[in-house]
Every structure is written in structure tokens, then in C-alpha cells.
């Protein structure tokens, strides 16, 4: 069992949907990460979240919004997504930047299709 | 800048040999190394870190890895491979500038057969 827990597993949406993908941590963990990730392929960053604030944006389109509730929550709503945005979609966390040793906890991830 | 290099897309090895999967990094200061394993359908597992000290660092069932600074490589490795072992493995570094981000490198798949 992982310690990041991620819902749903999986979700088939319309580009006109509008979804939320969730995930949760109690390790106490003050960042927290979006990937997405295609098959065989290495995570790439979406967005970082430390101490509920955003600091970094990959550049990624608007069409996917995080947001940070508490420091133990992070959603990435959805909407007017399209085909390529099919991936499974990670989350993870690790403690602040005060402790390079700290590796990231990872989730097992959202699959998203999109029609 | 940060980043790592896998340069196999892929390793095979017999169950009981050994296994090695390569890594070389670029950093422009001190390298913070990871390496992750993911299997189908889940996400990327934690398996050992270099941060200091000694160069042959050990982590979960039973890899190793081995910092090689002048070669700036750092080779992930097992005495005897499992079929289990199968699986996608990453090698990772944490950037300097932010220390919340991490890059990857592409991925070698590793198969171990009976």
C-alpha cells in the first residue's frame, strides 16, 4: 500500500467534462507534485505545491487547474481536456526543501482517457 | 543545468545473474541521485539515494547503487536478479536551484527471465 492515495484509479471523460482527480497524504509532507505520464515514458512535471502555495507551473495549459486545500490535499480539476491529455496522472510528496535527502512518495496514479 | 542519462531503453538478464542498469548525471554542484522502480499500473517506488559519504550506497530488496563521481555515474545494481525484478526503472536528480524539483531520466526496462 502506498502512502499517497490517489482517486479515482481511473476515469474515462468527454472533452466537455469537467473532473476532479484527488490526492491525499498524512505523512506530514509540505510538497506536493502533479506528473503525467505516458506508457514507458519518465513523469513529467505539471506543478509543485509547497506550503499550499504553487511554485512552479510547467507551463502547463489552463485546461488543468490544481489547487491545495490543506497541506495533506491537492486536486487537479479538469475541463475541456483533449485526446492527448490521456496519461496517468501521478501525484507525490516529499518533505520541503529544508532536506535534500528526502525522496518524493508517489501514488499509483489516476488513468485518464479521454473521448 | 540538471539531468540524467539512461542510455538503454531496455536490459535483459538470467534469473540469479547479475543486473546492472546505467545512469550518468550532469549537475553543476553537489548530485542528489535517486533511483525509482515502477511496475504496471502503479506509481514510481523509492528504492536508494546518494546524498554523501560512502560511494556503493544500498537500498530495498537487495539493489544497490554505486556513485562514481569521476565518471559522474551512478549504476544501479543487484548480485542476483529476480523475475520479480522485472519492471521500469528511473533514475533521478534533484535540481539545485529548487530543491522540490526532480528530473528524470528516460526509463530502461528490465527483464529477467526464468
Known amino acids: 500500500d502506498t502512502e499517497v492515495t490517489q482517486t479515482p484509479k481511473h476515469l474515462v471523460m468527454g472533452m466537455t467534462n469537467k473532473k476532479s482527480l484527488k490526492c491525499e497524504q498524512h505523512m506530514g509532507h509540505r510538497a506536493m507534485y502533479w506528473y503525467k505520464q505516458k506508457a514507458k515514458k519518465p513523469p513529467e512535471l505539471m506543478f509543485v505545491y509547497s506550503y499550499e502555495k504553487l511554485s512552479i507551473n510547467e507551463s502547463v495549459p489552463s485546461r488543468f487547474s490544481p489547487e491545495c486545500p490543506n497541506s495533506s490535499l491537492l486536486n487537479l480539476h479538469l475541463h475541456a481536456l483533449q485526446p492527448e491529455d490521456s496519461a496517468l496522472y501521478l501525484c507525490?510528496?516529499?518533505?520541503?526543501?529544508?532536506?535534500?535527502?528526502?525522496?518524493?512518495?508517489f501514488g499509483d496514479g489516476t488513468r485518464l482517457s479521454i473521448l | 543545468a540538471q539531468s540524467v542519462a539512461q542510455p538503454e531503453d531496455q536490459v535483459n538478464v538470467a534469473e540469479g545473474n547479475p543486473l546492472t542498469v546505467k545512469c550518468t548525471y550532469s549537475?553543476?554542484?553537489?548530485?542528489?541521485l535517486f533511483w525509482y522502480v515502477q511496475y504496471p499500473n502503479r506509481g514510481l517506488q523509492f528504492l536508494l539515494k546518494?546524498?554523501?559519504?560512502?560511494?556503493l550506497v544500498k537500498g530495498s530488496y537487495g539493489f544497490e547503487a554505486e556513485f562514481n563521481k569521476s565518471q559522474t555515474s551512478f549504476h544501479l545494481k543487484k548480485p542476483s536478479a529476480l523475475v520479480s525484478d522485472s519492471a521500469l526503472y528511473f533514475c533521478a536528480v534533484r535540481a539545485q536551484y529548487n530543491f522540490n524539483k526532480f528530473y528524470f531520466g528516460s526509463g530502461t526496462k528490465l527483464n529477467v527471465k526464468p
Open positions: 546518494y546524498i554523501t559519504g560512502d560511494n
Open positions: 507525490a510528496s516529499s518533505q520541503d526543501s529544508g532536506n535534500v535527502a528526502q525522496p518524493q512518495h
Open positions: 549537475v553543476s554542484g553537489n548530485p542528489y
